[in-house]
């Protein structure tokens, strides 16, 4: 009897392996398959304005307009690779102390400044400093908030909370203090069917967007020791949730900020 029990917990845990393996694969799969998609787009873009301009003069406006471009292309190539990056163990970024919130609240002006979506900025007075890469840290912010904003086409708010936290052994992450940010807005919500692939690679539901920049996030804030999760429901709004490692160095004098109003985004950027 008890062989019996062993041999079929056994047999459970090669199926679990295999699910996990071929849904690995399929990952894979969709990401070679969009990056194969997305390249040859920009070096047909790029060969077809080289090839035209030979027939160009050099002193002809059009030569310079195809060159320009092929530049253009050549540039979205880059930007291309350097998502990519993120996504390979080869991209670990290099990192300083940065505090969550000016980080935070910077991001969420610039992107909602016009916008008929307010943000609501909630910040621990004692919040510890994060290590991390502020263009990649930042990136992450713009991709959440940038999903929030196409959810709410009526216009709403996101309310943003910051805090410390600390995390035993039994969480999916090393046991330690861990800087918690909470982005929850007011749009339509995930479809269920849709959670367990909102982080895959080329994965989207909206016209916009290359169905990159959540699979991105996942994979930076993973480079960063930390995790992002989410949760939804239709009609009642998102929450993403991202963990960071704190920082061991302390934070000097942290200034006080209290909380931000609803439609402080409003407000004109100082020149």
């Known amino acids: 009897m008890v062989i019996g029990m062993i041999e079929d917990i056994s047999y459970r845990k090669l199926l679990e392996e295999e699910h996990l393996k071929r849904g690995r694969l399929e990952s894979i799969s969709v990401l070679a398959g969009g990056i194969a998609h997305d390249f040859n787009n920009l070096l047909t873009a790029i060969l077809g304005n080289l090839i035209l301009a030979q027939h160009k003069k050099p002193d002809d406006e059009s030569f310079q307009e195809l060159l320009a471009s092929a530049e253009k292309a050549a540039l979205r190539a880059k930007e291309l690779t350097d998502k990519l990056l993120a996504f390979a163990s080869e991209g670990t970024p290099s990192k300083t102390i940065l505090h969550p919130c000016e980080v935070l609240e910077e991001t969420c002006r610039l992107l909602l400044a016009g916008t008929n979506v307010r943000f609501e900025l909630h910040c621990a007075a004692d919040l510890a400093p994060v290590a991390a890469n502020r263009r990649q ?15 709410m086409p009526e216009g709403g708010t996101i309310e ?3 805090e410390n936290t600390e995390l035993g052994s039994k969480a999916s992450l090393p046991a330690g203090r861990y800087v918690k940010l909470t982005f929850t807005d007011q749009g339509h919500g995930i479809a269920t069917e849709h959670l367990d692939k909102i982080f895959d690679p080329y994965f989207t539901t909206r016209n916009k967007g290359d169905g990159l920049g959540l699979a991105l996030s ?11 999760t ?34 402080e985004n409003t407000e004109p950027l100082p020149a």
């Open 218 to 228: 996942y994979a930076i804030i993973k480079n960063h020791g930390g995790l992002i």
């Open 230 to 263: 989410v949760s939804s429901q239709p009609g009642r709004g998102t929450s993403f949730v991202v963990y960071l490692p704190a920082a061991e160095e302390e934070r000097p004098s942290a200034p006080d900020h209290p909380p931000k109003k609803a439609g």
């Open 160 to 162: 943003v909370r910051a």
């Open 137 to 151: 840290v930042e990136q992450v912010f713009q991709n959440i908030i940038k999903n929030s904003l196409q959810a």
